[in-house]
């Protein structure tokens, strides 16, 4: 590891849950390649966060509390899209400065745009003119050619998001969800894990895919209304609205 005679910057981790000590890691791996950040430690408004877990820095404060510094750049540790962007614009408007970080491991196209506070992790693939949005978070996730993430966005570990894909603003992926070539998920939705989305899904909308006829959600044992009484349906083609048929 090489350390130059710049001025290194001090990285403050936003968030000190689990997802919070991955992006440590991240960062470590980053300064063993090309040292950047001096790592001070975290913020996080439990202070508790780190209680009985092995981990080599501290909780430094609360969120609501901290006064950035002018060094300090900071990396948003925060999955939730909603939770998110409300802690990113709270230390924005105390003039935080957030660091985009991208693991050695991914592989990112030149062409590609990676926007302010994004976070790509490992074996991610960033493909031609694919277009990662400000403070979107890619977990070991692939994003195909002309495809767009958009702002505040999070896909869980294991994505795979085609060519021509318009991901909104705001939208939750869980793991391992496939998207279909030029299909659009709307600002706000939320992808259930493992779904094969091959419909365009609305604004602000829950979905799931359907693999089989019964599913366990929320501790109530659901049947499709697509497939009841019905025999021979491919389930990997529909998609479950849980906010219009679970309560």
Known sequence: ????????????????????????????????????WNIKGFIDD???ALEGVDCDYKILGKIRDWQPAENE??????????????????????????????????????HSIIREGAIITTNCSISDNATIGRFATILGSGVAHDACIGDYSTLSGRCAVNGHV???????????????????????ATVGIGSVVISNVKAGTKVLAIRQNEWIFEGYELQSIFTRGKKNIDYRSLLWNWEDNCN
């Open 1 to 36: 590891m090489e350390i130059t005679d710049k001025i290194m910057k001090d990285l403050i981790i936003v968030g000190a849950s689990g997802f919070g000590r991955e992006i440590l890691r991240l960062v470590e791996d980053i300064n063993q390649h090309n040292y950047s």
């Open 46 to 48: 439990n202070l508790n």
């Open 73 to 110: 750049e900071f990396a948003c540790a925060l999955a939730f899209p909603n939770v998110k962007r409300k802690i990113v614009e709270s230390l924005k408007e105390k003039n935080a400065k957030f660091a985009t970080l991208i693991h050695p491991s991914a592989l990112v196209n030149p």
């Open 166 to 188: 318009k991901v909104g603003s705001m939208v939750y992926m869980g793991c391992g969800v496939l998207v279909a070539p030029s299909k659009t998920i709307g600002d706000g």
